[in-house]
């Protein structure tokens, strides 16, 4: 907030009636409050990652601070996806919005902005969500594959002609069209996925091998990238095979992975098809969503996209 706005905001807090000012005070002493988010000091330097950082001032309504081992300058959102982002006053309301998974105009109605801003602030905000899953699954791990229509939605230069609202394949089946999904999930909630350039052994293995702990279990379908990929690691892998009505033996199964798949794929159908080339952020807010569930609020939001979110919280589904 520029300073002449903050001096008009502060002559109308004698407006304020009794319970409006103690609900300001509750805000602003708040230990988890958005406004100690956006001024918390940085712990180190976002150009050089020096930790010798000395206030230099105030810009735009955030304190500065500079370097002394390069010389640069920055402030608390300086290497994060909303530097650089303008209306901060408008950004819990944004956050509301994506969990609410409003589309982009009605999230643009929601904000009080146009349609591309929203859609810029969109990917803004998703862009460090996405990169917030689980990194180890251990136990009973289920692996499954999803797949999701190629779509260049937003590009002038199509390589085939468009097609409307989302659209079909031209094939039955799975093609090049079909863009493969691979699903981890393992019985604690640790949960994982992945946008695959190719669903094959090698893309397979690359994705499960830093994920899945040596001492678990697998459980897939009857597909061989699974069965090359447990051989090859050592992981015992027990399949099931659905086309056979053998879903379940025992405490072994995939229906978790497909009830998440079959949660996804219904979220989506609001978006009439999304771009390939942001299909990793669509797959990161739905983990976001399904990460916190009920207890998700636009402050957690937040902080998730700047990436101040716990640790423990980023590794849960």
Known sequence: ????????????????????????????????????DMIATPNSCPHCQSSELQSWGS????????????????NPLTGTPMARLRKRHLWQDYAEA??????????????????????LWRHRFLTQIADH????????????????????????????????RGGSAKRRGLSAEQIPVLVVRDRSGQHADFQLEKLDAAHVRERLRPLIDADAILCSDSAAVYAHFAKAEGITHRPVNPSQKRRVDGPFHIQNVNAYDSRLKGWMIRFH?????????????????ERYKTQLNPLICLREALGRAAMQQLTQT
């Not at 319970?19 to 300001?24: D, K």
């Not at 810009?59 to 002394?68: D, I, M, Q, T």
């Not at 699954?137 to 002038?156: C, H, M, N, P, Y």
């Open 1 to 36: 907030m520029k300073a002449s706005q903050f001096t008009r905001w502060i002559a109308q807090l004698s407006s304020l009636s009794p319970e409006q000012r103690e609900q300001l005070k509750a805000c602003l002493s708040a230990p988890g409050s958005l406004a100690q």
């Open 59 to 74: 810009s735009g309504g955030l304190p500065r601070y500079r370097c002394k081992f390069c010389g640069k300058t920055s």
């Open 98 to 119: 994506l969990t609410q998974s409003l589309t982009v105009r009605r999230a643009a109605k929601h904000c009080g902005v146009s349609k591309n801003t929203a859609f």
């Open 133 to 164: 899953q689980a990194q180890h699954a251990s136990g009973i791990v289920e692996a499954d594959e999803t797949f999701f229509l190629e779509s260049f939605k937003g590009q002038r230069d199509l390589p085939r002609p468009p097609r409307k």
């Open 273 to 289: 098809g999304v771009a390939t080339k942001y299909l990793t952020h669509y797959l990161g807010w739905r983990r976001l969503l």
